[in-house]
């Protein structure tokens, strides 16, 4: 069965500061990989996907993700935060004999200070 | 284009009740999947429908059920509701392709008493 693990439970930055989310997933077979985020009282939302070709893929609002293959890890980065960015990002992988059950993984939570 | 939406968007009920909540998807898509949000479990999958067929399963009893409309609407049906039965029901609606993403809802929160 796939698995999804987040690094971090809770990350506190200051604005401006760096970021990086690591992901890891258990599954030896295709997948396709996901970062959704949950801005406080709104749905998730697509950040970025990965389904094949160029391993770093960019998303909305200056995120990057990197996939790599031999790590099983698709990380998500952005080079400078903004208090907006606070939310909790999830990871998600679906491989591709799930159909349209996407394993998420147990989120991180963002908080960046003013 | 429309987004997801979900009905109702809160509800209370007591153990042993019953509940239904609905989804309606994005128009054009035709898998509705269902997912569970707590803050110890995190989001776990439910199942999915496509075309009026069920066709994942999560690791959910069976008293945790759905349906699809042939318009691709869906509801989702929990009997004899049990405490730990308290969550957020994520409805997400895609094309169905395995290489779709998947567009969430805003959930139903249901509170079990």
């Known amino acids: 069965a796939q698995s999804v693990s987040q690094h971090n439970h809770h990350v506190i930055l200051s604005e401006a500061a760096s970021l990086e989310l690591g992901c890891n997933y258990s599954?030896?077979?295709?997948?396709?990989l996901f970062w959704y985020v949950q801005y406080p009282g709104q749905h998730l939302q697509l950040l970025l996907k990965y389904f094949s070709g160029d391993p770093l893929v960019k998303g909305i609002k200056g995120f990057e993700a990197e996939f790599i293959k031999s790590k099983f890890s698709f990380n998500l980065r952005k080079p400078s935060v903004q208090w907006s960015d606070t939310a909790e990002y999830f990871c998600?992988?679906?491989?591709?004999?799930?159909?349209?059950?996407?394993?998420f993984g147990p989120g991180t939570r963002l908080s960046v200070l003013p | 284009k429309a987004g997801v939406t979900q009905t109702p968007r809160y509800l209370i009920k007591t153990r042993g009740q019953q509940v239904t909540l609905s989804c309606s998807p994005i128009?054009?898509?035709?898998?509705v999947s269902w997912y569970q949000q707590t803050p110890g479990q995190g989001l776990q999958f439910l199942f999915e429908?496509?075309?009026?067929?069920?066709?994942n399963k999560g690791n959910f009893p069976g008293r945790f059920s759905g349906r699809q409309f042939s318009n691709s609407r869906s509801e989702m049906n929990v009997s004899t509701l049990e405490l730990g039965d308290s969550a957020l029901y994520l409805c997400?609606?895609?094309?169905?392709?395995?290489?779709?993403?998947?567009?969430f809802g805003p959930g139903t929160r249901l509170t079990v008493l």
């Open positions: 997400a609606s895609s094309k169905g392709d395995v290489n779709n993403e998947q567009f």
């Open positions: 998600a992988v679906n491989a591709e004999n799930y159909g349209q059950n996407f394993v």
């Open positions: 599954y030896g077979g295709t997948v396709n």
């Open positions: 128009s054009g898509h035709r898998s």
């Open positions: 429908y496509f075309s009026e067929t069920q066709r």
